[in-house]
């Protein structure tokens, strides 16, 4: 069985989880959810989600808190509905993605599904510009770049917050300081 160990916002070492089974069961029972029955399938499932949300590390917002924690957050100068978020928070926002990617993976969605290329598995397209080619694969759950997986739109509407500033918190308006 797994052992969970929970950030808690203050850089825990090895930590490996941003919630607790009893978070992840309360996101699922408010929302109608199937979870594993087991709490060892839960732990495992998990631990998979996490192991994908570090993987999308290179797009959240700011810079670890504290150079030897585990996990990607805490994090400095981040920004949430142009409020900066307190160094020492896991965002609820990263939280309930962590929950959602259990229940996506319940539901039998691969979170690192290999690019399909026959047009029975399913479409892969390409685009070429001058010299640069991107490749995209198409599932019927949602446009991929195969090197970073497939999109799932039931968790990406937890994690835009955490990857994108928007207009008031510096994607396009500039506080302007005058000496």
Do not use: H
Not at 63 to 80: E, H, M, N, T
């Amino acid at each position: 069985m797994p052992t969970l160990i929970v950030e808690d916002g203050t850089g825990v070492a090895n930590a490996n989880t941003y919630v607790d089974l009893a978070y992840l069961q309360n996101y699922a029972d408010n929302r109608g959810l199937t979870l594993p029955t087991s709490d060892t399938d839960k732990e495992i499932f998990l631990l998979r989600a996490m192991d994908y949300l570090e993987g999308r590390r290179d797009e959240f917002q700011g810079s670890k808190a504290v150079v030897d924690q585990s996990l990607q957050w805490p994090r400095v100068d981040v920004s949430i509905d142009c409020v900066e978020l307190a160094v020492d928070t896991i965002p609820e926002e990263l939280k309930r993605a962590q929950c959602q990617l259990v229940v996506e993976q319940q539901s039998r969605t691969k979170l690192y599904p290999t690019p399909r290329t026959s047009s029975v598995e399913g479409l892969v397209t390409q685009k070429t510009v001058g010299p640069l080619t991107k490749k995209f694969a198409f599932d019927g759950k949602g446009l991929a770049d195969p090197s970073k997986g497939i999109v799932i739109a039931s968790v990406e509407i937890f994690l835009k917050p955490l990857t994108v500033k928007g207009s008031c918190c510096g994607g396009g308006w500039k506080k302007t300081l005058r000496a």
